[in-house]
């Protein structure tokens, strides 16, 4: 079955440390541009990140510039999103997804643009 899942959501306490996963079945994830989405209820979706097919670029929305990270797993099947310093603003449902027309070193913070798989979404909430 052809998929990508989220996996690495909770709870965590304001300053915590969460690690989320996207992992692809049916298909290898690195062969594609990755972006990383949440949205809060009540708001709009908002792209935080994403990494290139060849890794080569990565960008960050300003809200979370220099407190997440993206990464590339080495089985080709995972991306890894580090969230560091969490805030109440953070807590949100996170979706990863998948683009298979980017050039291998472009992605781009538009979830418009992602078009080939969307996973279901982890929920993260940071309280006290």
């Known amino acids: 079955q052809v998929q990508l899942v989220e996996s690495g959501g909770g709870l965590v306490q304001p300053g915590g440390s969460l690690s989320l996963t996207c992992v692809s079945s049916g298909f290898t994830l690195g062969l594609y541009g990755v972006g990383w989405f949440r949205q809060a209820p009540g708001k709009k979706r908002e792209a935080i990140s994403c990494?290139?097919?060849?890794?080569?670029?990565?960008e960050y929305a300003d809200s979370v510039k220099g407190r997440f990270i993206i990464s590339r797993g080495s089985d080709k099947k995972t991306v890894i999103l580090e969230m560091n310093d969490l805030r109440h603003e953070d807590t949100a449902v996170y979706y990863c997804?998948?683009?298979?027309?980017?050039?291998?070193?472009?992605?781009?913070?538009?979830?418009?643009?992602?078009?080939?798989?969307w996973g279901q979404g982890t929920q993260v909430s940071v309280s006290a």
């Open positions: 997804a998948t683009e298979n027309r980017f050039p291998r070193g472009f992605c781009v913070l538009d979830a418009e643009r992602y078009q080939h798989y």
């Open positions: 990494i290139s097919q060849n890794a080569a670029l990565t």
